[in-house]
């Protein structure tokens, strides 16, 4: 079955800076890249997502890249405010209907003021 | 549009009883899926239902199990509980459908204690 391996498992910035967080993934089959961001006492937030035939995909202060030939997709957050702090976990899974999330184990991103 | 829904938010039962927890999907949309959240197992798929069918399902033993109804509800349901079930138990929904991937969104979870 799928793995998903998510780097790091925390991650603490200085407002203002950037932030990335990567993942790797072992289903060649996979091609969809979810990642959320949840916070205390809440349920997963989509914030953004990439399909396996677009490399890169930007919404704000939001980026993900995906390099299918090495399995691997990152997070990019510019710009980081106070409001950004939570874990934040990755995901992939196959098309085809299938909605079975293989979720990586999360990244705590504290945003230091 | 209102969001995921999940009733009750907390439980508290003891081992060997069973659980019933319930989920309503965002106006329209078909799918539901269960998802079990710990410390150390993290986010994992229970499974996945799509006009009342079960159309996928994770490593789980068969004492959890669940349902969906024709207004798209699901309920989960685990019987003989253990200590080791207790966690947040998160239901997600999306549109569903064949031929693609469908952007799930995620209720507040039902958070589940057994003493």
């Known amino acids: 079955g799928e793995n998903v391996e998510q780097h790091p498992s925390t991650l603490s910035v200085q407002e203002g800076d950037s932030a990335v967080i990567k993942c790797t993934y072992s289903?060649?089959?996979?091609?969809?890249f979810p990642w959320y961001k949840q916070e205390l006492g809440k349920g997963p937030q989509l914030i953004i997502d990439i399909r396996s035939n677009v490399g890169e995909k930007k919404d704000q202060r939001i980026a993900v890249t995906l390099n299918k030939t090495a399995k691997h997709f990152s997070l990019h957050i510019t710009e980081t405010q106070p409001e950004d702090s939570a874990v934040y976990f990755c995901a992939a899974s196959r098309d085809f209907g299938n909605e079975k999330l293989t979720f990586g184990t999360g990244t705590r991103l504290t945003i230091i003021p | 549009k209102a969001g995921v829904t999940q009733t009750p938010r907390y439980l508290i039962k003891t081992r060997g009883q069973q659980v019933t927890l319930s989920c309503s999907p965002i106006s329209g949309h078909r799918s539901v899926s269960w998802y079990q959240q710990t410390p150390g197992q993290g986010l994992q798929f229970l499974f996945e239902?799509?006009?009342?069918?079960?159309?996928n399902k994770g490593n789980f033993p068969g004492r959890f199990s669940g349902r969906q109804f024709s207004n798209s509800r699901s309920e989960m349901n685990v019987s003989t509980l253990e200590l080791g079930d207790s966690a947040l138990y998160l239901c997600?929904?999306?549109?569903?459908?064949?031929?693609?991937?469908?952007?799930?969104?995620f209720g507040p979870g039902t958070r589940l204690t057994v003493t």
């Open positions: 239902y799509f006009s009342e069918t079960q159309r």
């Open positions: 997600a929904s999306s549109l569903g459908g064949s031929g693609g991937s469908y952007e799930q969104y």
């Open positions: 289903d060649s089959a996979s091609n969809y």
